[in-house]
């Protein structure tokens, strides 16, 4: 069975930082695409960051140069470092992961940007 399991989120002031976490269990990690991904209400789910088996990366416009994705895969974990934090970030956070051809997705965590 697939769990992707995302912590860190919460409350941070503009311009400030966090780093969130996916823990996958289930899937051979090291040969498993990783993503986040950021939906906020009343709007479509949208690319964040991804990261290839081979640590190629992706970024979504609105947040290139201020996030930073990253793996270790001897700890099946997925990294997403969140800086220079703006009020239009505060969205719930989702880890993705495609193995064998099958998209599977963590439960959220929220991330709020306000004074």
């Known amino acids: 069975q697939v769990q992707l399991v995302e912590s860190g989120g919460g409350l941070v002031q503009p311009g400030g930082s966090l780093r969130l976490s996916c823990a996958a269990s289930?899937?051979?990690?090291?040969?498993?695409?990783m993503g986040w991904y950021r939906q906020a209400p009343g709007s479509q789910r949208e690319l964040v960051a991804t990261?290839?088996?081979?640590?190629?990366?992706n970024y979504g416009d609105s947040v290139k140069g201020r996030f930073t994705i990253s793996r270790v895969n001897n700890k099946n974990t997925v990294y997403l470092h969140m800086n220079s934090l703006k009020p239009e970030d505060t969205s719930v956070y989702y880890c993705?992961?495609?193995?064998?051809?099958?998209?599977?997705w963590g439960q959220g965590t929220q991330v709020t940007v306000s004074s």
């Open positions: 990261i290839t088996t081979g640590g190629s990366t």
């Open positions: 289930g899937i051979i990690f090291s040969g498993t695409a």
């Open positions: 993705r992961a495609i193995y064998l051809s099958y998209v599977y």
